[in-house]
């Protein structure tokens, strides 16, 4: 179970805003670089303003906005006939850019350090790899979890809201790092599996 099943409800919201961006000729693909563009500059003001904790407050309130366009360049996509290779490309790579950017500014908090945070955008990728594969094996594109891109998305939004109102974290917390290890393991080995057993093999 992961919080992409909650997407269809979040997509029903979205569709009258999508409506209109469609009938202003805004395509996925410009959706898509602009999503990627907002987390590359939203993570470099984070990075910059670190000795300012208030600034993680930045990283919740662009991961909402990020999960809005994501769901809205799909919904062009598919429901307006955008639909094509460069922006399959673009969304899947866009994708990992993005949250790597993201959780990068993690490493200059405490008790979090570069190799832990590193570890983490690394098995992250990976994940999103095996989603990506699943399709290329004849199944459909994998986003099982236990720790999928959404999920990344509430801890990391949450460790920012919590770094932004309490200033700092607690020596406690390092023990997040183990735990997202071994569940990015877990959804990846996950999404093999699932694959494997959706492909008859």
């Not at 071994?182 to 093999?201: F, K």
């Amino acid at each position: 179970m992961t919080l992409y099943a909650v997407k269809p409800r979040f997509q029903d919201l979205l569709r009258p805003v999508v409506g209109r961006l469609a009938a202003a000729r805004i395509t996925a693909n410009q959706i898509t670089m602009g999503a990627a563009v907002g987390s590359a500059v939203c993570a470099a003001v984070v990075a910059w303003c670190a000795a300012h904790p208030a600034i993680f407050a930045l990283i919740p309130a662009w991961l909402f906005m990020r999960m809005a366009l994501n769901a809205a360049d799909g919904m062009l996509a598919r429901e307006f006939g955008q639909e094509s290779v460069l922006g399959f490309y673009l969304n899947e790579i866009a994708d990992v850019v993005s949250d790597a950017a993201l959780y990068a500014p993690f490493a200059l908090v405490a008790p979090f350090g570069a190799f832990g945070i590193g570890l983490v955008i690394v098995l992250s990728l990976l994940t999103e790899f095996a989603g990506v594969l699943a399709a290329a094996a004849g199944t459909a594109r994998r986003y099982d979890g236990p720790m999928g891109k959404s999920d990344r998305a509430v801890v990391f939004g949450l460790l920012g809201l919590w770094v932004a109102i309490a200033g700092s974290l607690p020596s406690w917390i390092r023990w997040l790092i183990p735990v997202l290890v071994i569940l990015l393991v877990l959804t990846t080995v996950n999404r093999i599996y699932r694959a494997i057993r959706g492909n008859g093999s």
